[in-house]
Each structure stands twice: as structure tokens, then as C-alpha cells.
């Protein structure tokens, strides 16, 4: 028998209401390190709402979240990049006015310790860090294809773009866990192609473990290991692609939603 | 889509330096050629200057609307006259101290701060205005302060024996305070710490995720805008060598908030064109009309918002882009 390496993430009967809205109703699931794990479910499952969980800005009620051997449960939001979790934001959480690079450079900023008075003085300290982080912003720009809108305001920038900047800032910052929350929405097909191969490429150099949130089914059926599926913040299925594929709910799940699309589809035209 | 615009990204060239270099020439040689009422004049105009840079970094980087500016003024102000007035200071002396209690004033306004966002933010620190001048008229308080009639300072002179007149040597003084504060906002503003400022100003959650700790870093801001924004208050009593508390009342607040805008938000040296804003434009009005100085001035403003909506900083930033136009960055 060989031994389950210790998960990464232990997502653990997490409870998350708003008023009377119950977004999780007990979620539980574990994450390998080095893996890339598929959420997928229909809108307004619970994804979202359990990324912002476990990045701190919600506090779920009930359960508990281990990362890397500690409990993530009442550790402060900005503390989180610290712990090593990175992530970006399915709307796109950019600083619109700052440029691609300071954006980036933001990414870095829990990696760095100079305060106030250390930047106020450009002590060497603060040099020492510019460099680093330049460093590390020079091979992410190229690795993006981001290095001919460096200078440009954020906020100007096509969507697609815009989401390999979010990438970017995630990156720099070195995270063992990223979410990605619907890193392949508004992209057309090669470009989903595209976003496989960047994520297939990156995730061993970067040592990633990887949630994935994407309705692309064809996206996370390819790049995932694991795939689990919520509905009306329930856990339906866990397991692989190819099992979480044939489970009975999740066909359901997804015929339903696809219907109700087609007849909304069918009454809008 | 505006693509073509660039962020400058606080490298300093050679132009950049000799440029410096140019203007501080000329701000100094000013010193040798003006009389003592316009060197009194520009020495107001660095106080200024150094007030609204306090604010450019609150308010323009760090997107906290303060609208009771003038209430850290009038703390440096006085931290400086009750020194030297009371207690026989000399005047350079108080500078720290001044610095120091305009930062603790700043640093303990900073947590109800914290709570409030926005227009309810400006409307706190705009009551912490209105406030000031009554504070200071406190009976209680006016051995220290000098009640109503406020306190009179002697006139700074020039140190070792060297050759300059008071107003010489106090507008280069003010000049090299000035030159200081703007140097570590700038040090201050071009990396870690100011790249997280803006990006809290842009996102907070995003910036949170980064690692940014909002509480903290609002915090400290208030404190250094505060000490900033005293250390200008600091200037001008000592160039004025009178302070009152109605010199101080929430127009001043007003006054420093529309010097922070023309200059441009989020541009440190449009701060010095919002100092020179607040002494001239209100003159220039009074020039031009002495019936409805208000109005003058007031067109005057309303003229300078439509020709540079992002301030003077923001308008010289995109005619230097325009000068050097890039080819528009190609993205797919
Ligand atoms: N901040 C919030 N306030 C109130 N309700 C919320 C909030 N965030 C999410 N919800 C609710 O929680 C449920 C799950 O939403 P979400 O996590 O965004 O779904 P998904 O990302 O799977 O589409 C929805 O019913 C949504 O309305
Ligand atoms: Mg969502």
C-alpha cells in the first residue's frame, strides 16, 4: 500500500450563510500537494464563496480549513499571501490606474519587509528588495507575454489581458496554493487552449497546487487531477475527471443548468 | 480605450536629474533677487507646499478623502509658537517636536478612521476642521496658546554670520525643509510602500490579498501625512511669526484640498504648483477684482479644472508622454 501524501488543503465541513442563504452547507474535500483540483458547479453554487473563504475575506461559520498543516480559521486576510496562498478574482480585482508592472510588483509586496521609514530613506534594504522583485517581474512579463504593455495603465487593457496581468501578480509572489477563479471567462477557444498549456507549463517550475474554479468543462477536464462538484453549496462529486464525469448529479446538475440556458436563450431572442 | 497611455514607473534619468538640478538653481537664486515681501511670499509657498504634499499622500496615493488638512497644520503651527513664543525655542529647534505631534494627532485620528470610508471619512475629518480654531480659543488652554489673541514670535535670523537677511535665510531654510520632505515622500511613494498606498487606494480586497494590512498601513499614512502636512504649519508660523486661531478655521482644510487637486492627486511635484496655487491665485483674484475677489477666484478655478482635470502633476505627465509617444503597445 503506498501513502497518501498529507493533503495541501483541507477544506473540512465549511458552513458560509448570508442572512438566510446557506452559499456552503458543510463542503469537505482534501487537495494533494502539487495537484491541480477542478471546482466546477453551476452558478451561484458556492465557488466563489469558498475561495473567499479560504482566502480569508469571508468567515465561514462552522468548519475549519487547514493549508500546509495550520488552521486557516480567524488568520487575518492580508496575512494569507504570507501563508502562501495566491490568488485572483473572477471579475478581475486589478489596480486599474497603476501600471502592468506596478501591478505585478504589488503581487510581491508579502515577500518584502522594508516599512515607512526604510522606503522613505531608500535604505539599501529597500534597493536590495526593488531588485529582487525586478527580477522576478522581468521573467514573468516575458513568461505572460506581458513585457510590450508593462507601462500601460492596467484598466486600459483588453480582458484577456487583463486576466494574465491577475496571473502575473498572483505568480510573483510565490504562492505553494493558487486560486483561480474562473481564469478562462471571457476568452474565446484558443485562447482557453492556450491558458491549458500556460498552466500545464507553469505549474512545476512554480511548484503550484492549483484550485481551479471554471465552467470551461472541456479546460478543467483536461489540466485537473481531481475534479470536485458543488450544487446549492453542497459537495456532489470528488474524484477524477473521468469519475466525477459520469456521476449521475453532475449530469443532472449540468443538463439542468444547460436547459434553463436554453430556454432563457429561447425567450431573450 | 486610452492604450496609449503609460504610467511612469518613478525612474529618475539624467534629464530628470539635471532638471532638478535646474529648478532648485533657480528656486535658490530667487533668494538673491527678490525683495523681502515676494521672498515672504515664496516662503508661504513652500509651507504650502509641504502641506498639501502631506495631503497628496494621504488623499492622492492612498485614496483617503481628508478634508480637515488644515487642523495638522494649525497642530504644527503651534507646537511651533507655543516653543518658541513660550518657552524660547529656538525656531528650528521645534521642527521635530512639531513633526512628532502632528504624527501622534495623525497616528490617533487614524483608527476611527479606519472605520469610515469615503464621504463619511471626509465629513469626520471635515468636523475635526470646524473644530480646530474653537480649540484653541479654550480658556483653559490659552496660557499655552495665547487664547484669541494667539502668540507672537520673534524673527528668525541667519545663523553663524553669514550674509543674508532674515527673509533670505528663512525662505532658504523653509526651501531646504521643503526639499527633505519632498525627497522622502518621493523615496517613499516609488516603492513597496507606495506601490501598496495606490493599491489600496484601487482595490482594497485585492490589495489585502496581496498581503497589504489595511489597518496598519492607513495608519502609518495618517501619521506621515499628519507630520507632513505639520511640518508645513511649522514653516509658515515661523515665516508669519504669528499664530491665531482663526488663521486656522476649515477654510484653510478647504484651501489645501484645492491646492492638493489642481496640482494634480497623486502627483508629488504637483504639490509645490498646488502650494503656489494657495498663495498666488487668492492674490491675483484680489488684483483683479477687489468687489468679488471670490468669483475671480473661483472662475479662476473652475478654468484650471477644465484645462488640467488631472491637475497640473497629471497634465505635464501626459505632454511628456505626447512629446515622447510610443508607438500604441500591441496586445492581443
Ligand atoms: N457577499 C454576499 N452576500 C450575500 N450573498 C452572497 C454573497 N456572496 C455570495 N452570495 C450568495 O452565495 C451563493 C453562492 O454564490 P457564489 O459563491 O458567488 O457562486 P459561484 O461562484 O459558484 O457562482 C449565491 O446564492 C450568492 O447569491
Ligand atoms: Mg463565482
Redesign the pocket.
Known amino acids: 500500500m503506498i501513502a497518501l501524501p498529507a493533503p495541501l488543503l483541507s477544506v473540512r465541513d465549511v458552513v458560509?450563510r448570508?442572512?438566510g442563504?446557506v452559499?456552503?452547507g458543510g463542503v469537505s474535500f482534501d487537495v494533494a500537494p502539487n495537484q491541480i483540483c477542478g471546482l466546477i458547479?453551476?452558478?451561484?453554487?458556492?465557488?466563489?464563496?469558498?475561495?473567499?473563504c479560504i482566502s480569508g475575506i469571508?468567515r465561514y461559520a462552522e468548519g475549519d480549513i487547514v493549508f500546509d498543516g495550520t488552521s486557516l480559521t480567524g488568520v487575518k486576510r492580508h496575512r494569507m499571501a504570507g501563508r502562501g496562498i495566491g490568488r485572483t478574482f473572477?471579475n478581475v480585482a486589478l489596480f486599474r490606474s497603476l501600471s502592468v508592472r506596478q501591478n505585478i510588483l504589488v503581487g510581491a509586496h508579502h515577500l518584502g519587509r522594508s516599512g515607512f521609514i526604510a522606503n522613505a530613506l531608500r535604505l539599501p534594504i529597500v534597493r536590495a528588495e526593488e531588485a529582487a522583485a525586478a527580477a522576478r517581474l522581468d521573467a514573468l512579463l516575458d513568461l505572460l507575454d506581458l513585457a510590450r504593455v508593462a507601462d500601460s495603465p492596467a484598466g486600459s487593457l483588453p480582458f484577456p489581458t487583463q486576466k494574465r496581468v491577475e496571473l502575473a501578480r498572483a505568480l510573483i509572489g510565490a504562492p505553494k496554493l493558487l486560486l483561480l477563479?474562473?481564469p478562462a471567462g471571457g476568452l474565446n477557444h484558443a485562447e482557453v487552449d492556450e491558458l491549458a498549456a500556460l498552466l500545464d507549463r507553469i505549474r512545476g517550475p512554480f511548484n503550484l497546487t492549483i484550485l481551479l474554479?471554471e465552467h470551461h468543462m472541456s479546460l478543467v477536464m483536461r489540466v485537473s487531477e481531481q475534479v470536485v462538484a458543488?450544487e446549492f453549496?453542497r459537495k456532489i462529486a470528488d474524484g477524477t475527471p473521468a469519475e466525477v464525469r459520469r456521476e449521475p448529479e453532475v449530469i443532472r446538475a449540468y443538463l439542468g443548468e444547460t436547459a434553463e440556458e436554453d430556454l432563457r436563450h429561447a425567450a431573450s431572442a | 480605450m486610452d492604450a496609449d497611455r503609460t504610467v511612469s514607473s518613478g525612474r529618475f534619468g539624467l534629464t530628470q536629474a539635471l532638471g532638478m538640478g535646474a529648478f532648485l538653481a533657480v528656486m535658490v537664486g530667487f533668494a538673491f533677487i527678490a525683495d523681502s515681501y515676494h521672498l515672504f511670499q515664496l516662503t508661504m509657498v513652500v509651507a504650502y507646499a509641504v502641506a498639501v504634499l502631506g495631503l497628496t499622500l494621504l488623499t492622492g496615493y492612498t485614496g483617503q478623502i481628508s478634508l480637515g488638512q488644515g487642523a495638522f497644520f494649525a497642530i504644527g503651527s503651534y507646537s511651533t509658537a507655543i516653543l518658541m513664543a513660550n518657552y524660547d525655542w529656538p525656531y528650528w529647534a521645534t521642527l521635530p517636536v512639531a513633526a512628532a505631534v502632528s504624527a501622534l494627532v495623525g497616528f490617533l485620528i487614524g483608527f476611527p478612521a479606519l472605520r469610515l470610508g469615503g464621504l463619511y471619512l471626509a465629513l469626520t475629518t471635515f468636523a475635526l476642521a470646524v473644530s480646530v480654531p474653537q480649540i484653541l480659543k479654550v480658556n483653559a488652554l490659552s496660557d499655552f496658546t495665547g487664547g484669541v489673541q494667539g502668540l507672537t514670535m520673534d524673527k528668525a535670523e541667519a545663523p553663524f554670520g553669514l550674509p543674508l537677511t532674515g527673509d533670505q535665510w528663512i525662505y532658504l531654510f523653509s526651501l531646504g525643509v521643503g526639499c527633505l520632505m519632498f525627497l522622502l515622500a518621493w523615496n517613499l511613494t516609488r516603492g513597496r510602500t507606495g506601490r501598496a498606498m495606490m493599491a489600496v487606494r484601487e482595490q482594497a480586497v485585492a490589495a489585502e490579498a496581496m498581503g497589504v494590512g489595511l489597518a496598519a498601513l492607513k495608519i502609518r499614512t495618517f501619521a506621515v501625512s499628519a507630520m507632513i502636512t505639520g511640518i508645513g504649519g511649522a514653516l509658515s508660523a515661523i515665516a508669519v511669526q504669528f499664530v491665531a486661531p482663526d488663521s486656522f478655521n476649515f477654510f484653510l482644510s478647504i484651501t489645501l484640498f484645492v491646492g492638493l487637486v489642481v496640482g494634480g492627486v497623486d502627483s508629488i511635484p504637483g504639490a509645490l504648483f498646488g502650494g503656489a496655487f494657495i498663495e498666488f491665485i487668492p492674490n491675483i483674484a484680489n488684483d483683479i477684482s477687489k468687489a468679488a475677489p471670490g468669483a475671480i477666484y473661483g472662475a479662476i478655478l473652475i478654468g484650471f479644472m477644465f484645462a488640467l482635470p488631472r491637475g497640473v502633476g497629471g497634465g505635464v505627465m501626459a505632454m511628456l508622454r505626447r512629446a515622447r509617444r510610443r508607438p500604441l503597445p500591441e496586445v492581443r
Request: charged fraction near 10%.
Open positions: 458560509m448570508f442572512g442563504v452559499a456552503l458547479g453551476p452558478n451561484g453554487s458556492g465557488k466563489t464563496t469558498l475561495f473567499n469571508y473572477q477563479d474562473e474554479v458543488l453549496g
